[in-house]
């Protein structure tokens, strides 16, 4: 294999973000006031895409993943789901990384690497090529909610150059 290429974590935005999927963090969110003032809503951060064919049995569901991190913090593998989007929403405030490629036809070229702080979280589209799961501290715990159901909603692509995430001082 060749060298790993080195990309710089960039910090998650909406803005930059955007073409991978929608970032769930309240600042700067749509927000009311709810149950007699007492609660803001932070309202429709990220919608769920549950995709499959007419009479399919699909539902959303909510799992926790608890994530190692890993080491070395080099990735050789992206994978997407093509049937529903899939969100990670940090449980006990630990950062994690981001490594996404656009939708369609992988092009390594294209990859690009989030550090998604520990108060933030993230939601793919589906499709959207992406690293499984890299917490950076020990049994990170992270509330997911994607798709369950028929059909193959898991394609993996070993990459030909690895990836070597440096993250920001």
């Known amino acids: ?5 080195k990309l710089v974590a960039e910090p998650l935005t909406r803005e930059a973000f955007a073409s991978f ?3 769930i963090d309240p600042e700067g ?3 009311f006031p709810i149950n007699q003032g007492r609660t803001e809503r932070f309202h429709a951060l990220a919608p769920v895409e549950l995709l499959g064919e007419a009479g399919e049995s699909v539902q959303g569901i909510l799992s926790i993943f608890r994530g190692q991190p890993l080491e070395p913090l080099e990735v050789r593998l992206m994978e997407r789901h093509p049937l529903g989007s899939q969100a990670f929403v940090p449980m006990n405030n630990c950062p994690f990384l981001a490594v996404v490629a656009p939708p369609g036809d ?3 070229s294209e990859i690009r690497v989030f550090l998604v702080r520990g108060d933030q979280g993230l939601s793919y589209r ?7 799961l890299l917490p950076l501290e020990p049994d990170s715990d992270y ?3 994607d798709r369950q ?3 193959n909603n898991c394609d993996e692509v070993p990459l030909t150059q690895s990836i070597l995430p440096i993250l920001p001082n």
């Open 1 to 5: 294999m060749n060298e790993p290429r």
């Open 21 to 23: 999927g929608d970032v």
């Open 143 to 145: 509330l997911v909610v």
């Open 149 to 151: 159901g028929p059909g």
């Open 126 to 132: 589906a499709g959207t090529w992406h690293a499984p």
């Open 29 to 31: 969110a749509e927000s």
């Open 106 to 108: 992988f092009d390594e």
